[in-house]
């Protein structure tokens, strides 16, 4: 596979990491989330590779290319107008989360209406980069930042704060039936490489998952989301948990760097995951309004022979944006992260594959060629 292929998974991970999958995973500690990351991840790997397999027989198409040419338009226009508001919501509840974590943990004396302001200055110039641009600058803050993540949980896991019966004692609740909600957000996380939809456009020969690939991958998948649910635990334990709102903040509170130049490693660990939620929110609406502007398009809407329809649609995302992170709360918001994860994430992944699948079929029936009498 593609190295990029791996990078839009690992932003998908990482940004969940501290966001919403913790909170999640946690609350059904004695309820089956150790048994439902096992089958999420399975899931979420047999889900990726024959996602990957889908697109690779459209080389250098998006979403709405394969949909336009291979199934009627009543098909395609709902599927496009439903699949661009589902991620410019994931990109929404990413935008609440992490101004909600500026605010609290690093200026709190900052006006909101600011930081969500420096979001809006950073992410719609990465919106209107060009899909193989973004791939670019996802692995060069990908690069800087993961090495610093790495330290702080092998740094976690080396802690002697640590404490391994809490984990002992979560690994001991397997007994129970899988938790749907834990289950549906973790198999949420390990599909980054949904974003196919616009950037298989940069793949002119998408590879099929290999072996070792798909082992890889498996491995790195596991490793995280294992790290984001069983390091906080250990440092937390069950009971000081249930009502911390960002379990991996606390616990990166709880480090500290001795001889380094800044003592809490909190700091740091933010600004490392605020870069990622950047990125994060910028690949998820570059997509959405992809997606949208393949449906509604306004031709005549020009300024010097400048279409006018991406700066329309990025002004109402930011008009939306604006006003819901200033109302909604954090436990709104989680509410409806999880009725997303379980209702809409099922729907939304049946219809996905279901059109590829129907564009599969149509485009090999439109290339056989007609039997001669």
């Given amino acids: 596979m593609s190295r990029f292929l791996y990078y839009l998974i690992l932003i998908n991970m990482l940004t969940n990491m501290v966001a919403i999958t913790p909170r999640f995973l946690i609350a059904g500690n004695k309820t089956g989330s150790v048994a439902a990351l096992i089958p999420a991840l399975i899931i979420g790997m047999v889900l990726t590779y024959y996602l990957v397999r889908l697109f690779s027989f459209f080389p250098e198409q998006g ?16 599927l496009l107008l439903l699949f661009s508001l589902t991620w410019y919501f ?15 943990f690093l200026t709190p004396e900052m006006s909101i209406y600011t930081i969500i302001l420096a979001f809006v200055l950073v992410t719609t110039f990465g919106i209107f980069m060009a899909s193989r641009n973004i791939l670019y600058m996802s692995e060069i803050i990908l690069l800087i930042v993961v090495p610093f993540i790495l ?16 984990i002992r004692v979560a690994i001991m609740h397997i007994n129970h039936l899988p938790n749907y909600t834990s289950f549906s957000t973790s198999l949420f996380i390990v599909l980054g490489a949904a974003n196919l939809v616009i950037f298989n456009r940069c793949f002119a020969k998408l590879k099929k998952p290999s072996g070792k690939s798909m082992v890889l991958l498996s491995f790195i998948c596991t490793y995280i989301l294992l790290t984001t649910y069983f390091l906080p635990l250990g440092f937390g334990g069950f009971d000081s948990l249930e009502n911390v709102v960002f379990p991996w903040i606390t616990t990166s509170d709880s480090m500290r760097m001795k001889f380094g130049i800044v003592e809490r490693i909190v ?18 609406w570059h997509v959405s309004i992809h997606l949208l502007s393949s449906v509604i ?15 329309i649609f990025i002004s109402i995302f930011w008009i939306i944006a604006f006003i819901l992170t200033r109302r909604i709360t954090i436990n709104d918001l989680f509410r409806s992260a999880a009725l997303f994860d379980d209702i809409l994430l099922p729907i939304i992944l049946f219809l996905l594959f279901g059109s590829l699948l129907l564009a599969k079929r149509r485009g090999a029936a439109t290339k056989c060629p007609k039997s001669q009498k």
């Fill in 63 to 78: 979403l709405p290319e394969i949909l336009k040419k291979n199934t009627p338009k009543w098909i395609a226009t709902p």
């Fill in 90 to 104: 994931v990109g929404l509840s990413i935008l609440i989360i992490y101004v909600a974590i500026i605010f609290r």
């Fill in 151 to 166: 330290f702080v949980q092998i740094k976690g896991y080396f802690s002697p704060n640590l404490d391994w019966d809490y």
């Fill in 267 to 284: 700091f740091f660990f933010v600004g490392a995951f605020l870069a990622l939620g950047v990125i994060n929110i910028t690949i998820n």
């Fill in 297 to 311: 398009h306004f031709n005549r809407f020009k300024v010097r022979s400048v279409n006018l329809t991406f700066p």
